[in-house]
Nanobody
Framework: QVQLVESGGGLVQAGGSLRLSCAASGNILMFNAMGWYRQAPGTQRELVAG???????NYANSVKGRFTISKDNAKNTVTLQMNSLKPEDTAVYYC?????????WGRGTQVTVSS
C-alpha cells in the first residue's frame, strides 16, 4: 500500500512563502503523475499543480507564476514551492499520486495565509 505524507504547511502572512513536501513510501516513478490539490472549507477539492513522470507540469490559473511543482526521483518526494501567498490560498493541501485506475492521497497539510 502506497503512503503519501505531506509536510511544510503552516501560518504565513500574505506575500510570504511556504514549501510543501510530499514523501512517498515507494518509487515515485511507478506513478504516471503526481500533484497537489487543495480544499478550502465549503468548497470542492481542486487541482493546484501537477507533474508527470516525464516532468511535464501544469498549474491552476490562480497559482501560475507564484507556485512551482518539482520532484526528486531519488528521494521519492514532490515539492510545491509557494510564493506571494494570498489569503485565498488558505486551504488544506493534499498530495496525490496515481497510475490509472489507482490513485493515492495523503492526509493533507493546513496552509493558512493571514491578511
Amino acid at each position: 500500500q502506497v503512503q503519501l505524507v505531506e509536510s511544510g504547511g503552516g501560518l504565513v502572512q500574505a506575500g510570504g512563502s511556504l514549501r510543501l513536501s510530499c514523501a512517498a513510501s515507494g518509487n515515485i516513478l511507478m506513478f504516471n503523475a503526481m500533484g497537489w490539490y487543495r480544499q478550502a472549507p465549503g468548497t470542492q477539492r481542486e487541482l493546484v499543480a501537477g507533474i508527470t513522470r516525464g516532468d511535464a507540469t501544469n498549474y491552476a490559473n490562480s497559482v501560475k507564476g507564484r507556485f512551482t511543482i518539482s520532484k526528486d526521483n531519488a528521494k521519492n518526494t514532490v515539492t510545491l514551492q509557494m510564493n506571494s501567498l494570498k489569503p485565498e490560498d488558505t486551504a488544506v493541501y493534499y498530495c496525490k499520486a496515481g497510475t490509472s485506475p489507482n490513485n493515492y492521497w495523503g492526509r493533507g497539510t493546513q496552509v493558512t495565509v493571514s491578511s
